[in-house]
Antibody, heavy 118, light 111 residues
């Protein structure tokens, strides 16, 4: 059974870059059957899709975040990563990584809270 | 402001049935059958309950069912149990600005 675990700083200063990793166990990032995604949930709000990346590095982003987001993947290290630049308080959220197949987010991490504050 | 509209909260008594709606547009819910539903208990990551409108993954109780009419998808929970108390989200593929859109989430309280 695949498991995903987010990791990274819980506090980021405004204007800096938020960087998170997702480590996958029990499954291969090299599988062509899945995409690997990031989703966030601001406090008290709904989920927002950030983007997803394929094993070959092809990535697709939310249009609202596209100018600030970059996803990368390292199958050999069982990790994929998120970078979000020029953060503001509006980027404070719980960030989740997830596995996606045919538009189904079938496995999720527990989520990690990132606060943007000076 | 979420792309898909869900009621903020619903409640029911054990044993009852209830339905949670998820309203979008013809660019997402109404145009495709890629609607999924997720359950999230406090402190946990979401778990998929239904996909492609009404399909249940292996291991999900048949008390959970889904349907769609026009631009609105629905999740019905029958025989409510205390463990059903959770946050429920819908999602859909979208041909709009983002490939994936989510609902704002519905808190289910079992009285």
């Amino acid at each position: 059974q695949v498991q995903l675990q987010e990791s990274g700083p819980g506090l980021v200063k405004p204007s800096q870059t938020l960087s998170l990793n997702c480590t996958v166990s029990g499954g291969s990032l090299s599988s062509g059957y899945y995409y690997w995604s990031w989703i966030r949930q601001p406090p008290g709000q709904g989920l927002e899709w950030i983007g997803y990346i394929y094993h070959n590095g092809n990535a697709y982003y939310s249009s609202s975040l596209k100018s600030r987001v970059s996803l990368s993947i390292e199958p050999s290290e069982s990790q994929f990563s998120l970078k979000l630049s020029s953060v503001t308080a509006a980027d404070t959220a719980i960030y989740y990584c997830a596995r996606v197949s045919q538009m189904i987010f079938d496995s999720w991490g527990q989520g990690t809270l990132v606060i943007v504050s000076s | 402001h979420s792309a898909l509209t869900q009621p903020a909260s619903v409640s029911g008594s054990p044993g009852q049935s209830l339905t949670i709606s998820c309203t979008g547009t013809s660019s997402d819910v109404g145009g495709y059958n890629y609607v999924s539903w997720y359950q999230q208990h406090p402190g946990k990551g979401p778990k998929v309950l239904l996909y492609n409108v009404s399909n249940r993954p292996s291991g999900v109780s048949n008390r959970f069912s889904g349907s769609k009419s026009g631009n609105t998808a629905s999740l019905t929970i029958s025989g409510l149990q205390t463990d059903d108390e959770a946050l429920y989200f819908c999602s859909s593929y979208s041909s709009g600005n983002s490939l994936v859109v989510f609902g704002g989430g519905t808190h289910l309280t079992v009285l």
